[in-house]
């Protein structure tokens, strides 16, 4: 029987050879195969689709709520700043660099190796879904969103992305929407009275200003950012429009829906949503997964950045190893206790939740 310790060693293994191994979004295909194998050597059977590998414990049984562990496996590129392989799984002082290390290598490689401790035991409360996904860093189409319709009805999710092991009971969505503010082309040269980059000061001053009603608890108000601008291409030609980009991160007392709406019938300016489909996501305080996180001194927070929760309609935690302060930083890294301590919590989290 493979003990905790070792478990956790050959995680670290697998996340090593994970960093080893391009995964950019779109681009995972091999290391779904190692993540395959890497189930498949403890005997455990896993599905695919497209790059998303899955398994569900050995004594599934009908009628039993669904838990889904999910974490993905693609990375963005690395940056410019990187003074270390990007690619090159490098230890020192007790740190485990590399791009994914930390975002999130150490979070999947601990809910692998807590899914494969709970795999054979029985008479558990909830069935057991893992859930090794593709293009969470892209939003793409093939992530973990394409994957709900071929599972059973979850019940509740844990998320694995770098939290210190603190659970983020509620997540902001995402919608982002483009906006044109509209004048009258012209020659600078002539008197121009609608020139629509003089409007988009209102415009912007307008936005600057908005603000959402309805203030979470746990996320607190919904965040609108003007984050891009753009106009003109000649230096005599007033431009017909000026395009911005509005970046606006929602709370869990709106839907995304809701803030389309708002905004079409309030905002200055012609304002299109380019998606809605990346919501908030939130989990009872009093859920038993929660107070068994509580139970072992881990705090709970609202989360401002989005994962794959977004995708997800049950209630979910985000949990998992590391600090999301590192992801996406030159010379990224992970605490190897980090993720020691990942996989001790994970297990010690779940044998409490599924008693």
Not at 177 to 183: P, S, Y
Request: charged share 20%; net charge negative; proline share 4%.
């Amino acid at each position: 029987m493979t003990t905790q310790e070792n478990l956790t060693q050959k995680a670290i293994h697998l996340l090593k050879q994970l960093i080893e191994t391009q995964s950019f979004s779109s681009e995972e295909d091999q290391t779904a195969t190692l993540i395959a194998d890497w189930l498949s050597s403890f005997g455990i059977a896993t599905q695919r689709r497209q790059n998303n590998i899955f398994a569900f414990n050995k004594y599934f049984e009908e009628g039993k709520p669904l838990l889904l562990l999910n974490s993905h496996h693609d990375t963005v590129k690395p940056n410019s700043a990187y003074t270390n392989d990007p690619f090159k799984a490098i230890v020192e002082d007790g740190k485990l660099y590399g791009l994914g290390s930390n975002d999130a290598g150490g979070c999947l490689v601990s809910l692998l190796a807590t899914f494969v401790h709970f795999y054979e035991q029985k008479n558990l409360s909830h069935n057991i879904v893992i859930v090794a996904s593709a293009e969470e860093e892209s939003s793409g189409p093939n992530g973990l969103n394409s994957m709900l319709a071929h599972l059973p009805e979850i019940d509740v999710a844990i998320v694995g992305e770098p939290t210190l092991m603190n659970l983020a009971i509620a997540e902001k969505g995402l919608v982002v929407f483009d906006a044109v503010v509209k004048g009258t082309p012209s020659h600078a040269a002539h008197p121009n009275n609608d020139n629509a980059i003089y409007k988009t000061i209102d415009v912007l001053k307008w936005f600057e200003a908005k603000t959402f009603e309805k203030t979470s608890e746990a996320l607190g108000e919904v965040k609108l950012t003007v984050t891009q601008i753009n106009a003109g291409k000649q230096h005599n030609v007033v431009p017909a429009e000026v395009n911005l980009v509005i970046d606006v991160r929602v709370n869990d007392k709106y839907s995304n829906q809701e803030i389309a709406e708002i905004l079409a019938n309030e905002a200055p300016c012609e304002i299109k949503p380019r998606s809605l489909r990346l919501n908030s996501s939130c989990i009872d305080k009093n859920h038993d997964l929660v107070k068994a996180g509580q139970s072992l001194g881990r705090t709970t927070y609202g989360s401002p950045t989005l994962s794959d929760q977004a995708v997800l309609s049950c209630q979910s935690v985000k949990l998992g190893p590391g600090d999301s302060t590192r992801s996406h930083s030159a010379n990224e890294f992970i605490y190897l206790n980090e993720i020691e301590e990942g996989v001790d919590l994970y297990i010690k989290i779940l044998e409490k939740f599924l008693k």
